[in-house]
């Protein structure tokens, strides 16, 4: 009786690259059925170093932060920072957990196949040496019968004896091959079951996968959202460089923000769109996302804060009396 067969990691990683090139999902079953079987062990080990030449191969090249932005945000950025850094905490431990859970559930489905694997091939060697004895009595048999024919009746009692003993290992090779039957179908019955465990709790973490993508997107609407009212407030702000020529460097300053702030955000949006896949990277980027949010809401509210003090700097000057000596009135 056969053994599974032992696929190359170059086997694998073909079949898988082609599975992914087809837009299918490439799981221990799809590339079990795909290569036509094989060892589960094997086959995870070989689809795990897939993954992560998959992860590496794919890794985002890091851009650094132009310095005039660096030194403009720096304050903004630390307490934004800190905010962010509570939510993304708890989104963290929680995919912490829940990744080093299904490490452990796979650890110990493998480490279940293997024993299992490894003792179907033990009973498949017990069969394949009982084979070969059945063989070997038949051989014998046979020469014995040939024997007695040879010496007629005086070994006739010989060859009923030997026939009597060929059939008592008859019976004892059927009764273990039917026993052997019913081993190898209760340990596949448990190997599925298993199978079907881990792809469930496989299910719950690409679930979460989904859950962080969602909060990226929310973040990403947040942010379209923050442009708009930056929009708005750099309309209020050109009415206020028409009311003082004093607010024309802010203005200036704020144009240059803002430019920079569009940068960065196009660049986030690129870094969020490429979170799909990427479980590992999803993390760091919400709290890029929310740092920019955080960012640009201060920004709107400095702004408004400066249009709020000329509005009332125009107020008080519209409110001087007329022909005060203006060393007299109180500012």
Same mark, same amino acid.
Request: charged share 30%; hydrophobic share 40%; aromatic share 2%.
């Given at each position: 009786?056969?053994?599974?067969?032992?696929?190359?990691?170059?086997?694998?990683?073909?079949?898988?690259?082609?599975?992914?090139?087809?837009?299918?999902?490439?799981?221990?079953?799809?590339?079990?059925?795909?290569?036509?079987?094989?060892?589960?062990?094997?086959?995870?080990?070989?689809?795990?170093?897939?993954?992560?030449?998959?992860?590496?191969?794919?890794?985002?090249?890091?851009?650094?932060?132009?310095?005039?932005?660096?030194?403009?945000?720096?304050?903004?950025?630390?307490?934004?920072?800190?905010?962010?850094?509570?939510?993304?905490?708890?989104? $963290?431990?929680? %995919?912490? /957990?829940?990744?080093? !859970?299904?490490?452990?559930?796979? @650890?110990?489905?493998? #480490?279940?196949? =293997? +024993?299992?694997?490894?003792?179907?091939?033990?009973?498949?060697?017990?069969?394949?040496?009982?084979?070969?004895?059945?063989?070997?009595?038949?051989?014998?048999?046979?020469?014995?019968?040939?024997?007695?024919?040879?010496?007629?009746?005086?070994?006739?009692?010989?060859?009923?004896?030997?026939?009597?003993?060929?059939?008592?290992?008859?019976?004892?090779?059927?009764?273990?091959?039917?026993?052997?039957?019913?081993?190898?179908?209760?340990?596949?019955?448990?190997?599925?079951?298993?199978?079907?465990?881990?792809?469930?709790?496989?299910?719950?973490?690409?679930?979460?996968?989904?859950?962080?993508?969602?909060?990226?997107?929310?973040?990403?609407?947040?942010?379209?959202?923050?442009?708009?009212?930056?929009?708005?407030?750099?309309?209020?702000?050109? $009415?206020?460089? %028409?009311? /003082?020529?004093?607010? !024309?460097?802010?203005?200036?300053? @704020?144009?240059?923000? #803002?430019?920079? =702030? +569009?940068?960065?955000?196009?660049?986030?949006?690129?870094?969020?769109?490429?979170?799909?896949?990427?479980?590992?990277?999803?993390?760091?980027?919400?709290?890029?996302?929310?740092?920019?949010?955080?960012?640009?809401?201060?920004?709107?509210?400095?702004?408004?804060?400066?249009?709020?003090?000329?509005?009332?700097?125009?107020?008080?000057?519209?409110?001087?009396?007329?022909?005060?000596?203006?060393?007299?009135?109180?500012?």
């Amino acid at each position: 009786m056969g053994r599974n067969a032992l696929h190359t990691p170059e086997q694998v990683f073909k079949v898988a690259d082609d599975l992914a090139a087809q837009g299918k999902e490439v799981t221990p079953n799809v590339l079990h059925g795909a290569l036509g079987g094989g060892s589960m062990t094997t086959i995870y080990k070989h689809l795990a170093a897939w993954k992560e030449q998959r992860k590496q191969l794919a890794a985002p090249v890091p851009v650094a932060m132009p310095d005039s932005v660096l030194a403009s945000f720096n304050q903004a950025w630390q307490i934004a920072a800190q905010e962010a850094a509570k939510e993304v905490a708890v989104i $963290r431990e929680a %995919a912490e /957990a829940s990744v080093k !859970e299904s490490d452990r559930n796979l @650890a110990d489905a493998i #480490l279940t196949i =293997t +024993r299992l694997e490894s003792e179907a091939d033990e009973e498949s060697a017990k069969l394949d040496s009982l084979t070969g004895d059945l063989s070997n009595i038949k051989r014998a048999a046979n020469a014995a019968a040939t024997e007695a024919a040879k010496r007629e009746a005086a070994l006739a009692a010989t060859v009923e004896q030997m026939q009597k003993q060929l059939a008592e290992q008859q019976t004892a090779l059927q009764l273990s091959h039917d026993e052997h039957q019913t081993f190898r179908q209760d340990r596949a019955e448990e190997v599925t079951r298993l199978t079907a465990d881990f792809l469930a709790r496989f299910e719950d973490q690409a679930q979460a996968l989904r859950t962080v993508k969602g909060e990226a997107d929310s973040l990403r609407s947040k942010v379209n959202d923050l442009n708009g009212q930056l929009a708005i407030a750099r309309e209020e702000e050109g $009415r206020a460089r %028409a009311d /003082a020529v004093q607010h !024309e460097a802010i203005a200036r300053q @704020a144009e240059q923000m #803002l430019s920079d =702030t +569009r940068r960065l955000l196009d660049e986030a949006n690129a870094k969020a769109f490429a979170l799909t896949g990427q479980l590992g990277n999803s993390t760091g980027q919400c709290e890029a996302l929310r740092a920019q949010v955080q960012s640009q809401e201060a920004l709107l509210k400095s702004i408004t804060n400066k249009e709020a003090d000329q509005s009332k700097n125009n107020a008080r000057t519209r409110d001087k009396p007329t022909g005060t000596d203006p060393g007299k009135v109180k500012p």
